[in-house]
């Protein structure tokens, strides 16, 4: 059954990449589906509580690609990674079918409100694409569809259908806490530009509330007026 899959892995590339000739290349050349066959063998050993032989593996496989996927990951069918140098897929990460990510993509894992055991990386769902150099950080999950633009950081859900860019940083807290905080972000880090875009749109409804009102006031002087 691994390897039925990977021959599936191998024609999905095939068939999404333009400069993929023949499926025959794709096997030999390609570091994304080498990565994926070395993963698929440490998750079953994974699941099967071989953790040290797993992780032995993974390892060997992130020396030969470039690529580090945690054994405990869980992928789905037809996964492309394009280029890939760089990408890191976290323990327990979840990615859906026919995902398509480029190199220098993080699925990374901030702090579990779970405990060691809990979830701490991204959901990506079916038919997704994550730009190169994509940020996806935390128990997230990025839906159905969704597209993430080329260095984008996401700490927050992505809905289905939907794509997200961007990631200029600005000052969003301070503190003098030495606690570590895994990538220094998660979804709880206050926006100081979201909480004062909020308070203008907040203030821009009264002001709209305050002109209905004069308006009001003005055809009700017109009717008395007629």
């Not at 394009?82 to 079918?97: Q, S």
């Not at 999950?141 to 939907?162: H, I, M, R």
Request: aromatic share 8%; charged share 20%; hydrophobic share 40%.
């Amino acid at each position: 059954m691994i390897f039925k899959g990977l021959l599936e892995d191998a024609r999905s590339i095939r068939d999404r990449d333009p400069a993929a000739r023949t499926t025959l290349e794709v096997v030999l050349l390609y570091q994304g589906f080498h990565a994926l066959f070395y993963h698929r063998q440490a998750h079953w050993l994974y699941k099967h509580k071989h953790f040290f032989l797993a992780r032995a593996l993974s390892q060997f496989a992130r020396h030969m690609t470039g690529i580090e996927i945690h054994p405990g990951a869980k992928i789905g069918k037809r996964l492309f990674i394009d280029h890939g140098m760089g990408v890191v897929i976290g323990e327990t990460a979840v990615i859906g079918d026919n995902v398509t990510m480029y190199h220098g993509v993080t699925l990374g894992g901030t702090k579990s409100y779970g405990g060691k055991s809990g979830k701490r990386h991204p959901t990506v769902e079916d038919n997704v694409v994550i730009g190169a150099g994509a940020q996806v950080l935390g128990p997230i999950t990025v839906g159905k569809n969704a597209k993430v633009g080329a260095n984008a950081t996401v700490v927050k859900d992505v809905p289905q259908n939907t794509t997200v860019i961007g990631t200029a940083a600005h000052r969003a807290e301070t503190s003098r806490s030495c606690a570590f905080i895994p990538y220094g972000i998660n979804a709880k880090t206050a926006d100081p530009y979201e909480k004062r875009i909020a308070e203008y749109d907040k203030a821009i409804a009264g002001y709209d509330k305050a002109i209905a009102g004069y308006n009001k006031t003005i055809a009700e002087y017109d009717r008395r007026l007629a």
